[in-house]
């Protein structure tokens, strides 16, 4: 597995509270929101299928990694609510 910390963190996140997104939130409000380390941020399924399709994922499995480049990585998965 290339990055076995993944499962740790993702079971650690999953257990956090989640920040809800706003009603007609827009792009750059979404991208300041979601770039808090550490922060569970709820998305719509258009921006999760965004970042799936975007670039190739990082890592795949419970859910997917998306960096470009060297970024940090952004970790989604779905809650299945």
Known sequence: MPFPNLL???AALKDAPIVSRPPDEVWP???A???QTGVVCGI???TYDYFLDVLPPKYMGR???FAEGAEPLRWFW???D
């Open 29 to 31: 409000a979404m991208i």
């Open 33 to 35: 929101r979601t770039s």
């Open 44 to 46: 719509d399924e258009e």
């Open 78 to 80: 779905c809650t299945g």
């Open 8 to 10: 740790a963190i993702h």
């Open 63 to 65: 859910g997917f990694a």
